[in-house]
């Protein structure tokens, strides 16, 4: 379990930066000195209601590929950004292709309904 969200905030974007980048979706390359799974990473931040920064907007965009415009509508969280890759990395495990159809929205649509990912902001 991860106690320390600076920490898990930085991995989660340095592993987001690395699946844009590479399209490693495992994240096989050691580049920091996380020691769990991307997906234990994404389960223990999928809560997070922190604001997602937006220079990584464009890595984000890679990975959300032709719903990358859905991601930009609002301010999203790390526990957005979390979830969308568990959707991912649930796919791939399925054996489907990751990004098809309404993925995006359905992600973001799903943690909307159940009352995840708004961001504590003091208007809208």
Excluded at 26 to 39: G, H, Q, V
Excluded at 49 to 63: A, M, N, R, T, V
Aim: charged share 25%; proline share 3%.
């Amino acid at each position: 379990m991860i106690y320390d969200y600076m920490k898990a905030r930085r991995f989660l974007r340095n592993r987001i930066e690395h699946i844009a980048e590479t399209r490693d979706l495992i994240c096989t390359t050691r580049f920091d000195e996380c020691t769990i799974s991307l997906r234990e990473l994404c389960s223990a931040m999928v809560s997070d209601p922190e604001p997602f920064p937006q220079h990584l907007d464009e890595s984000i965009g890679s990975i959300c590929a032709h719903e990358y415009r859905i991601w930009l509508r609002k301010e999203r969280t790390y526990g957005d950004a979390a979830a969308l890759l568990i959707a991912l990395l649930d796919a791939t495990a399925n054996g489907s292709r990751p990004a098809q159809g309404m993925w995006v929205t359905d992600v973001l649509r799903q943690r909307r309904d159940v009352g995840c990912g708004a961001v504590a902001s003091g208007g809208a």
